[in-house]
């Protein structure tokens, strides 16, 4: 039988060890970022651009200058810098003060459990992690969690990135004095393939890795430089060969002497793409616990990494959800703690049971939710309602 090799098509189509070029990742990440080129945002700051939230919210309510900024941040974290500080993103900043009193329980509570937590590219115990944090503040304090994840700006860059619907996780990281650095890497989903099998993947699975999930964090207290906040590389995220060259000593040695480090204020938020080379800082201080919540938003035409109880989390979040309504929230911030709670994709389920009927797909949590809500429903019904569906959903 003859081969014979198609036409090249001037894309890369396989990822290979030969394509980890230091020289060539030098040249993709040597950029300089042009405030003039982003409108909406307020400044540049080591080629990091920053909101400031107080300014971009008057155009948010309208829904071509609201897809006008949305435009805008996909451009930043697509071909721009690869991220976003918000500043002030929450400007009321009790509630992070509520969610971290909850936070602070659950981490006692690891520490009288005994045990290590672990942590991804850092040292196991070395300082304190809340995996599954979303859920736990659902459940242990709804109402906070309700008001936290109304936030618009939050919804903001997860539509910006993801669309409509997405899947919120999160884990609390407390960076304790003295902590370490991470190592830079690139997230989920590639960055937490073994490196020996990032080759077996097609060059476009690693070009869509990064479309599939946005990475945030919310600053829970003021972090200076030397607390160690987030190291970055701005553009790093461009260069295609990075989840297989990250890890490499040369792009270490690189990224440790070409890195940026912002210092945040509590109530800040950074966004970016999980492509774009990070780690965690050294917390050089005496006194500070770094505190962030790490938020991890995934596609809903992807996997989350965690397993939610997105049920429990809807039918314990709904009573909080009833009451900002009576309060006069608006429909887009009630909308925006809804995509946050409950399961928004209706895949994968029992087709048998399950029947897209009038639809081409089954109703979603998220709309079984929304539509008790608009009802003003008790929640003993969205509870019958929710079982009831999933019910229909098992095998």
């Known amino acids: 039988m003859t081969i ?27 950029r300089s970022t042009n405030l003039a080129d982003y409108p909406f945002a307020h400044s540049v700051e080591q080629n990091v651009l920053l909101y400031r939230s107080d300014t971009l919210i008057p155009h948010l309510d309208d829904a071509q200058s609201r897809r006008a900024v949305q435009t805008e941040l996909g451009r930043a974290l697509t071909d721009g810098p690869g991220i976003v500080v918000f500043q002030n993103a929450f400007s009321g900043l009790a ?47 709804p109402d906070v969690f309700a008001e936290y994840y109304a936030n618009d700006i939050l919804a903001l860059i997860c539509q910006s990135w993801l669309g409509p619907l997405y899947q919120v996780t999160s884990q609390v990281n407390v960076v304790n004095p003295g902590g370490a650095a991470q190592v830079p890497h690139r997230d989920y989903h590639l960055g937490i ?20 999930t946005l990475q945030g964090a919310v600053a829970h207290c003021d972090m200076p430089v030397e607390s160690g906040p987030t190291l970055y590389l701005p553009y790093s995220q461009l260069f295609e060969a990075g989840y297989l060259a990250f890890s490499r000593p040369e792009f270490v040695e690189f990224f440790r002497d070409s890195h940026v480090q912002l210092p945040l204020r509590k109530g800040d938020a950074v966004f970016f793409n999980p ?51 009576s309060a006069g929230a608006s429909e887009r911030t009630l909308r925006n703690a809804v995509v946050a709670t409950a399961e928004c994709y209706p895949f994968p389920t029992n087709l048998d049971h399950d029947q897209p009927v009038h639809s081409l797909a089954p109703a979603t949590q998220v709309d079984t939710v929304w539509e008790a809500l608009r009802e003003n429903a008790d929640p003993a019904v969205l509870a019958e309602r929710l079982s009831t569906q999933t019910t229909r959903r098992q095998p």
């Open 95 to 141: 509630v992070l003060d509520r969610a971290a009193e909850q936070f602070d329980v659950l981490i006692a509570q690891q520490h009288a459990a005994g045990g290590v937590v672990g942590d991804h590219f850092g040292k196991a115990g070395a300082n304190d992690r809340i995996w599954n944090a979303a859920q736990k503040l659902a459940l242990g304090a």
């Open 193 to 212: 393939v073994p490196r020996h099998e990032l080759t077996e993947y097609p060059a476009h699975l690693h070009r869509m890795s990064a479309a599939l």
């Open 4 to 30: 014979t090799t198609p036409p090249p098509t001037g894309r890369r189509e396989w990822i290979r060890d030969s394509d980890c070029d230091l020289d060539a990742f030098r040249a993709s990440v040597d």
């Open 275 to 325: 492509a774009l080379y990070h780690g965690a800082g050294h917390n050089r201080s005496d006194a500070i616990r770094r505190m962030a919540n790490l938020l991890q938003i995934s596609s809903p035409f992807g996997r989350a990494m965690e397993v939610l109880d997105r049920e429990a989390m809807a039918n314990a979040v709904y009573p909080a959800l009833l009451a900002l309504q």
